[in-house]
T-cell receptor, first 111, second 112 residues
């Protein structure tokens, strides 16, 4: 069964303390892996799409990486405004529109 | 307005009411989606409309009824809902040839 698991469920960091969020996936064939950021009371905001193992993408303090089993979202020297829930989703080969979503990691950056 | 808009942003309804949620996308996309988001659970895809097809999650109760009159507008008609239907309802759209979905701000629904 296709599945996406995110860990940890919640993560509290001090401002400037770098860390990583994990997204493990099980699909018959990966068409794409997506990272989103969601602020309270808002819809998810698209961050990255990764398509193949070894691919990396960066945006400001965020860097997403992909292997054949998992993806990491690395956060370098985070600031309080990076606090949000980060969602991971995968699209399987043969699936036109359906994404399989993880439950998210709630990130809290304390000043 | 730009992006994906949703109205209303908040809705409180009784179990016997009938209401509708509205979504509009100003991105020229050709596919639109309804999702249900409950606390600490993954997003649940309810319906997809595209120029080519309509896809629906068979586990969605019939008290939810979608309508897509054109590629820019999407409605979710609600009737005789249950308290467990209380959640954030998100609308999204995606362009032709891309799986990247762009979300609206959501409608927070409370069923009493």
């Amino acid at each position: 069964e296709d599945q996406v698991t995110q860990s940890p469920e919640a993560l509290r960091l001090q401002e400037g303390e770098s860390s990583s969020l994990n997204c493990s996936y099980t699909v018959s064939g990966l068409r794409g892996l997506f990272w989103y950021r969601q602020d309270p009371g808002k819809g998810p905001e698209f961050l990255f799409t990764l398509y193949s193992a070894g691919e990396e993408k960066e945006k400001e303090r965020l860097k997403a990486t992909l292997t054949k089993k998992e993806s990491f979202l690395h956060i370098t020297a985070p600031k309080p405004e990076d606090s949000a829930t980060y969602l991971c989703a995968v699209q399987a080969v043969g699936s036109n529109y359906q994404l399989i979503w993880g439950a998210g990691t709630k990130l809290i950056i304390k000043p | 307005e730009t992006g994906v808009t949703q109205t209303p942003r908040h809705l409180v309804m009784g179990m016997t009411n009938k209401k509708s949620l509205k979504c509009e996308q100003h991105l020229g996309h050709n596919a639109m989606y309804w999702y249900k988001q409950s606390a600490k659970k993954p997003l649940e895809l309810m319906f997809v409309y595209s120029l080519e097809e309509r896809v629906e999650n068979n586990s969605v109760p019939s008290r939810f009824s979608p309508e897509c009159p054109n590629s820019s507008h999407l409605f979710l008609h609600l009737h005789t809902l249950q308290p467990e239907d209380s959640a954030l309802y998100l609308c999204a759209s995606s362009p032709r040839g891309s799986e990247t979905q762009y979300f609206g701000p959501g409608t927070r629904l409370l069923v009493l």
